[in-house]
């Protein structure tokens, strides 16, 4: 099983980014998918969550109306849209199902 990460980067506060995640090694549209994030000293935190179907989310309370999950069962990828972003959205971001875990990818929100 491996999950790969992609999209974080520097951005400025306001600003916009896309993170994929593409799953192999398993059913993919069979499992629920989450993003997680850990920013310094932090502990990490549930961001997101879709279903295998895609027919239900979650949001943390923190980025509801900023941040969408999705997913492309065909492509073996689940994606988080982050909008708005502010600083205290910097942290590593992680894709998770099961008790599978991405490298993580680095998103950075400062001016």
């Known amino acids: 099983v491996q999950l790969v990460e992609s999209g974080g980067d520097l951005v400025q506060p306001g600003g916009s980014l896309r993170l994929s995640c593409v799953g192999s090694?398993?059913?993919?549209?069979?499992?629920?998918m989450r993003w997680y994030r850990q920013a310094p000293g932090k502990e990490r935190e549930l961001v997101a969550a879709?279903?295998?179907?895609?027919?239900?989310?979650s949001y943390a309370e923190s980025v509801k109306g900023r941040f969408t999950i999705s997913r492309d069962n065909a492509k073996n990828t689940v994606y988080l849209q982050m909008n708005g972003l502010k600083p205290e959205d910097t942290a590593v971001y992680y894709c998770?199902?099961?008790?599978?875990w991405g490298q993580g990818t680095q998103v950075t929100v400062s001016s």
């Open positions: 090694g398993f059913s993919f549209g069979s499992y629920s």
């Open positions: 998770n199902s099961v008790a599978y």
């Open positions: 879709i279903t295998g179907a895609g027919g239900s989310l």
